[in-house]
T-cell receptor, first 113, second 116 residues
């Protein structure tokens, strides 16, 4: 059984640029959630995808967008990067929106300069 | 507004003792509460889930209690070991019918340091 993987591991971008982060869900999981974790804080929910449709969104602006593909992998896109977007971005997969146990990937560390 | 609070200060204990971590919440009625472990630079790892109608849950050296009247969960690690040193996160989940099913709302985490 393959766990959740994310790429890239680290990324450095300049303010105003755009970034795409990728996530492969655990085998058999059809739900992917994205979280942002600032240093010293708990993860904050960005949005969730279930069977290629957005299924809930946290308090993040529209420049944070996502996709889920037929194989249930997912992308997080952030436009017009701001310095405050620097954080660890975590992807978590689960076997359905009603399954609350989530399996997290190692995260992508994004630094915006 | 909804709030989840964990001990912000690190918890330092001696090996073999019981570690107790606290999670308090306000303005919220969670259907589930979960505890995760997070090591530096890694994603959180699921440990335990407790439902609103359960008072206590155990798994090996771990025990979680859930008091919906006090709006508090306690997380215990008995016979603690240096390998238990990590940050522990509590997370609440809203019930079905209230939208965003499966959305986790995390506390800020408590860092546990177990000294040999």
């Amino acid at each position: 059984e393959t766990g959740v993987t994310q790429s890239p591991t680290h990324l450095i971008k300049t303010r105003g640029q755009q970034v795409t982060l990728r996530c492969s869900s655990q085998s058999g999981h059809n739900t992917v959630s994205w979280y942002q974790q600032a240093l010293g804080q708990g993860p904050q929910f960005i949005f969730q995808y279930y069977r290629e449709e957005e299924n809930g969104r946290g308090n993040f602006p529209p420049r944070f967008s996502g996709l889920q593909f037929p194989n249930y992998s997912s992308e997080l896109n952030v436009n017009a990067l701001e310095l405050d977007d620097s954080a660890l971005y975590l992807c978590a997969s689960s076997s359905g929106t009603g399954s609350y146990e989530q399996y997290f990937g190692p995260g992508t560390r994004l630094t915006v300069t | 507004s909804q709030k989840i609070e964990q001990n912000s200060e690190a918890l330092n204990i001696q090996e073999g003792k019981t570690a107790t971590l606290t999670c308090n919440y306000t303005n919220y009625s969670p259907a589930y509460l979960q505890w995760y472990r997070q090591d530096p630079g890694r994603g959180p790892v699921f440990l335990l889930l407790i439902r609103e109608n359960e008072k206590e849950k155990r798994k090996e050296r771990l025990k979680v209690t859930f008091d919906t009247t006090l709006k508090q969960s306690l997380f215990h690690i008995t016979a603690s070991q240096p390998a238990d040193s990590a940050t522990y996160l509590c997370a609440l989940v809203r019930g079905s019918g209230s939208g965003n099913t499966g959305k986790l709302i995390f506390g800020q985490g408590t860092t546990l340091q177990v000294k040999p």
